[in-house]
């Protein structure tokens, strides 16, 4: 069973000592988290996307959702990496497949939605969590595929990079998000007033 958060934690304001500035530590963020249960640190939105954390979903408490979402858009997004056709099964469906990642992609927006509290003078930000773990799990998949195929070290060592910079841009949204520096843009109906 996935507990609901206390919404009031994730304001910014319940426990200041608690919410270090994103700049102080970028690996862990467990402060962060600790104020918003229902966000994935970086290390874990990684290793949930690697498919390490959805055997022990349910130890992520209120995260558990975002987890499984973030999975299964790394499996569709690395379906859709490019293979010789006859590698696709007979009834693959790219638009399909890109259908069933916007629809992740929404479900955890109105997820964040519905368990943030409107932040009204604050700046929105350009992309809401599902657009950021959407793109994690796609460069995520992309890494991977390149590291097991790829015969140029530069190429590998350019995706891994990649990722790491996309992984801190993670860790900035969910400091933001937390701090109440920032808001996601408005997507849902389930924003709080």
């Known amino acids: 069973m996935i507990t609901q958060p206390d919404q009031t934690n994730c304001t910014g304001q319940a426990s200041g000592n608690r919410i270090r500035d994103a700049a102080a530590d970028r690996h862990d963020l467990t402060d962060v988290t600790d104020e918003c249960p229902w966000l994935l640190t970086p290390s874990e939105a990684i290793s949930a996307i690697s498919g390490f954390a959805h055997r022990d979903a349910r130890q992520l408490g209120a995260a558990a959702a975002v987890a499984v979402w973030a999975r299964e858009l790394s499996d569709l997004?690395?379906?859709l990496l490019p293979v010789e056709d006859w590698r696709h099964p007979a009834d693959f469906d790219e638009r399909a497949i890109?259908?069933?990642?916007?629809?992740?992609?929404?479900?955890?927006?109105?997820f964040a939605d519905a368990h943030l509290l409107a932040a009204h003078r604050v700046p929105k930000h350009s992309h809401g969590l599902g657009e950021v773990i959407s793109q994690i799990a796609a460069t995520f998949a992309t890494a991977w595929n390149t590291v097991a195929f790829a015969q140029a070290p530069e190429a590998r060592h350019r995706e891994w990079t990649r990722l790491a910079q996309v992984r801190e841009k993670y860790a900035d949204l969910i400091a933001d998000l937390a701090a109440n520096r920032a808001a996601p843009p408005l997507q849902g109906s389930a924003v709080k007033q």
Do not use: G, V
Not at 98 to 110: K, L, S, V
């Open 77 to 79: 997004h690395a379906s």
């Open 98 to 110: 890109r259908a069933t990642i916007e629809q992740i992609i929404a479900a955890i927006n109105d």
